[in-house]
């Protein structure tokens, strides 16, 4: 969805000679109305459907638990061919594909190369009964602060050859470009002192004044939960949507949760470099359920059906009444078990759904499908765990443990995970467990030198869920994958240029 242009941006020419005053004064009130009209549009609710998973569910079963939940915009971090061919057809009215950070250096250098990737995946797939691509995102979060401006030269070079491209394939109108960028780019201690930070005050500038000149949003991923897990002394309440006893006052505004404060923060940087009107989309937004302390089921439902009703009442915040965000993405759809956890275990536990496409909690999207609907026909391997074998002795277990969770998920078995708590033995038989079941239940995989045993009985308890693996999947990690694709386009590219 791309907003009407705002009302400072309208240019009408009008012969006051020839009309009279009353007539103007209608013709001014009938734009200022139109444009107000453009600048509330409904707010759309969408997903990022990540795929760095252990056990990733076929692109065909995820497209068709879009379908069955009315989720209209999808958000990919790549452009996968087998996700995107899943999407053909599917009728999905936005889909957002994107171009990794480790990509930008050729893109930026070669508009050959900006050529061969717009044909290969945007034109490819722009047909009739094809793929709705209306965002490309170039790079994701390019200008986080931990990247210490590795991407940042690229940035810019990438978006005007992209641009150049998607005009040779008279896509230019359809195809929007869109930067996510992380919610440090800007920074202050009140919303209404929203600024930059200095050093990317400039590219900032550059960056925005080419997304307003091509019709494209500002497109920014905020994440309160972040802001709770980095700082013991940030109030809780004040990170969700039921009222807080902690609201910042900013002069004549009041806010009472994290999600307007930080949104209005980037609307006062917006400002600040004269881009006031700017229309943004939420690009990543959610909350895990596993992983720490504040991540959990109550926790994750609680925001994100408080995000989901806020942005839907078209409220807005302080600095833009009546005019919530365009679009936000829920961050994410499934849970990613082969996800870093550098920033924390938490990484691999922000889905709606688990990984096999079964619901978490209730939650309503506003799409008029009541609760999320579970992903059908999920095909499992058999009804059978890998467990400790209670007559062993596990005094030497360790180095297996180690092993196991070297390969398969254990991050809920650390503090605030939900299998935290299940005791010794029950943590050795879940970290069995999720090694035999990557294994695609390989029976050798379940000997441990003696120590494991695969038992029929369920050993789950209570929160903590011992899993059973799905035949449908990859059942490994597509970081492999989308390293594979990244790898292949430089290969063609290098011919290409060779060839030329």
Known sequence: MILGPPLKFLEISISKEKMAESQLAALIAVVVVWSSSALVAESGVGVNWGTVSLHRLSPSTVVDLLKDNKIQKVKLFDADPDSIKAL????????????????????????????????????????????????VAVGNEPFLSSYSGQFQSYVIPALLN??????????????????????????????????????????????????NSNGSPFVVNIYPFLSLYGNSDFPQDYAF???????????????????????????????????????????????????????NLTAARAFNQGLINHILSNKGTPLRPGVPPMDIYLFSLLDEGAKSVLPGNFERHWGIFSFDGQAKYPLNLGLGNGILKNAKDVQYFPSRW????????????????????????????????????????????????????????????????????????????????????????????????????????????GILVFVM
């Open 241 to 295: 949507f039921e009222g807080t006893n902690h609201a910042v006052t900013d002069g004549p505004n009041v806010y009472y949760n994290a999600f307007d404060g930080n949104f209005d923060t980037l609307v006062a940087a917006l400002s600040k470099i004269g881009y006031g009107q700017m229309p943004i989309i939420i690009g990543e937004v959610g909350w895990p359920t596993d992983g720490a302390i504040s991540a």
């Open 88 to 135: 053909m057809g599917s009728g999905i009215q936005e889909v957002m594909i994107g171009i990794p950070n480790e990509m930008l250096a050729v893109l930026s250098s070669s508009t050959a190369a900006s050529d061969l990737w717009v044909r290969q995946n945007v034109s490819a797939y722009m047909v009739k009964g094809g793929v709705n691509i209306r965002y």
């Open 162 to 211: 992209l641009q150049q491209s998607l005009a040779k394939a008279n896509l230019a109108g359809i195809v929007k470009l869109v930067v996510p960028c992380n919610a440090d780019a800007y920074e202050a201690s009140l919303p209404s002192q929203g600024a930059f930070r200095p050093e990317l005050t400039q590219i900032m500038t550059q960056l925005i004044s080419f997304l």
């Open 386 to 493: 890998c467990v400790a074998d209670p007559s062993r002795d596990l005094s030497g277990v360790a180095n297996h443990i180690k092993l196991a969770c070297s390969v398969a998920d254990c991050t809920t078995l650390n503090d605030g995970g939900s299998c935290n708590e299940i005791g010794a033995k029950g943590k050795v038989s879940y970290a069995f467990n999720s090694y035999y079941q990557l294994q695609k239940q390989d029976s050798q995989s379940c000997d441990f030198d003696g120590l494991g045993i695969i038992t029929f009985l369920d050993p789950s308890v209570g929160d903590c869920r011992f899993l059973v693996g799905i035949t449908d999947s990859n059942s490994s990690s597509n970081a492999l994958q989308d390293k594979g694709v990244i790898v292949l386009f430089f290969i063609l590219w």
